[in-house]
Structure formats: C-alpha cells, structure tokens
Nanobody
Framework: QVELMEFGGGLAQPGGSLRLSCVASGSSLSLHVMGWYRQVPGKQRELVAGTSSDGSINYGDSVKGRFTLSGDNGGAAIHLQMNNLMPEDTGVYYC???????????WGRGTQVTVSS
C-alpha cells in the first residue's frame, strides 16, 4: 500500500506563486510515475504536470512556462512550483502515483489552491 502526503496550497494573488509537494511512502514502492492533477467543479480532473516512465516531464498546455515539476527522495517526492498564477489555476490539486509494472494507481486527498485578488 502506498500513501501520498500532500503539502502546500492555499490562497495567492494573481501573479503570485505557490509550491505544492507530495511525498509517497510505502513498504513496497516499485517503479512509478508521479504527477499533479487539478479539478474544478463540473469538469474532469486534468493533468497539470507529471513524470513519464522515460524520465520526461509532461505539462498541461495551460501551465507551460509557468509551472515547474521537480523530484527528489529517490523519486518518492515531487514538488510543483507554480509561478505567475492566474485565477483559472484555482481548483483542488491532487497528487497521483502510478506503479507502471504493478498497474496500481494512488491519489492524494487533494489540496485547495485559490487564486484571487
């Protein structure tokens, strides 16, 4: 079993910055990818940024050039630096982890990000 702990989020003004972190813990964490998804009421959860099995990082079109995903702790932690925030970045951000050989998926509980003046 894998547990995802999310940190960060909160309120920011347009043009401001926030940082989200997610730490994975589990006794048998295998090869995996991690990422952040965003959900707003009435819409499907969408990818914000995530790693791929080849080590590359994918970004949602709306955040390219503003958000940066990084990782540490041997790949068990990811950080999302969000700069130049816009009101449309508001939503609940969920950390996701997929063990691509086991075929398992895990989600964090979500953290609220609100961008408003």
């Amino acid at each position: 079993q894998v547990e995802l702990m999310e940190f960060g989020g909160g309120l920011a003004q347009p043009g401001g910055s926030l940082r989200l972190s997610c730490v994975a813990s589990g006794s048998s964490l295998s090869l995996h990818v991690m990422g952040w998804y965003r959900q707003v009421p009435g819409k499907q959860r969408e990818l914000v940024a995530g790693t791929s099995s080849d080590g590359s990082i994918n970004y949602g079109d709306s955040v390219k050039g503003r958000f940066t995903l990084s990782g540490d702790n041997g790949g068990a932690a990811i950080h999302l630096q969000m700069n130049n925030l816009m009101p449309e970045d508001t939503g609940v951000y969920y950390c996701h982890l997929a063990e691509y050989y086991k075929g398992t998926n895990y989600w964090g509980r979500g953290t609220q990000v609100t961008v408003s003046s």
